[in-house]
């Protein structure tokens, strides 16, 4: 596929757009198949309250809490040493900031274990993760729910 234009002497010259075409595609393709890895597979079922939507920054520290007890820092199992494992990350030491995120049958002891670990830490501004109530598909909401 080429293009052709006039340049100023009279004649024609052609741009040939096939490597630029070629390096979109494999652009394309790479990025297909990357972006379902970046999904985290870890499946949390947060507790539905009533509540607006904070705005969350795209880097954010989270502690996700599973419904087997399980404490994860990022992508790490910090079960047995998150004490340890919040007072040593520099971004927490530098931020004070961190997310908590946890299944709504989770026990409360591991989630206050969390919150005392984050404050041990530092951590000034301790955010918990909840689904708002009106996300949940219609079919799911008890009787006499609202809309």
Not at 18 to 47: N, Q, R, W
Not at 124 to 136: A, G, I, K, M
Request: hydrophobic share 45%.
């Amino acid at each position: 596929m080429a293009l052709s234009s006039a340049n100023r002497g009279g004649g024609f010259r052609e741009i040939n757009v096939t490597p630029l075409v070629d390096v979109m595609l494999v652009l394309l393709i790479v990025f297909m198949v990357t972006a379902p890895l970046l999904t985290s597979g870890l499946h949390i079922d947060l507790p539905e309250v009533q509540a607006t939507n904070t705005p969350v920054k795209d880097a954010k520290l989270v502690v996700s809490i599973t419904k087997d007890e399980h404490i994860l820092f990022g992508e790490d199992d910090v079960t047995k040493n998150i004490e340890t494992a919040l007072l040593d990350n520099p971004r927490v030491q530098k931020e004070h900031e961190l997310y908590i995120r946890a299944d709504k049958e989770a026990h409360y002891g591991v989630v206050a274990r969390a919150v005392a670990a984050a404050r041990v830490a530092g951590v000034t501004s301790l955010n918990l993760l909840v689904e708002p109530e009106d996300t949940r598909p219609e079919d799911t909401r008890p009787e006499g729910a609202g809309p």
